[in-house]
């Protein structure tokens, strides 16, 4: 499955970004769990985001529980994350990920339990 994400850019502290991972055309997603991941500079990717194949339900990392939103459109393959009330430590290359998987009530919260990966996406915040 190849992901394409995009929706990165520069904000100000306490601005808005939404974050889009569409699959390649003609690529389903909504048999796959999906995932965001980040990676700031010098430290090792993180865990932000997951969500059940169906959209069901959804699982954060506590650094952004309650800013930060990850939903799905399985019609149009694409898996998006709000980001609301950013601040400067969400500065880093953002990644969307994507793994089949055969029951509705996996999530996936480590980067092994992926095999496909976006490209990465840079959100900058400044203060």
């Known amino acids: 499955v190849q992901l394409q994400a995009s929706g990165g850019g520069l904000v100000q502290a306490g601005g808005s970004l939404r974050l889009s991972c569409a699959a390649a055309s003609g690529r389903t997603l909504s048999a796959s769990i999906m995932g965001w991941f980040r990676q700031a500079l010098g430290k090792e990717r993180e865990f932000v985001a997951t969500i059940r194949r169906d959209g069901s339900n959804s699982y954060y990392a506590d650094s952004v529980k309650g800013r930060f939103t990850i939903s799905r459109d399985n019609a149009k393959n694409t898996v998006y994350l709000q980001m609301n009330s950013l601040k400067p430590e969400d500065t880093a290359v953002y990644y969307c990920?994507?793994?089949?998987?055969?029951?509705?009530?996996?999530?996936?919260?480590?980067?092994?339990?992926?095999?496909?990966w976006g490209q990465g996406t840079q959100v900058t915040v400044s203060s």
């Open positions: 990920a994507a793994e089949i998987v055969t029951s509705a009530l996996t999530f996936g919260t480590d980067a092994r339990d992926y095999r496909y």
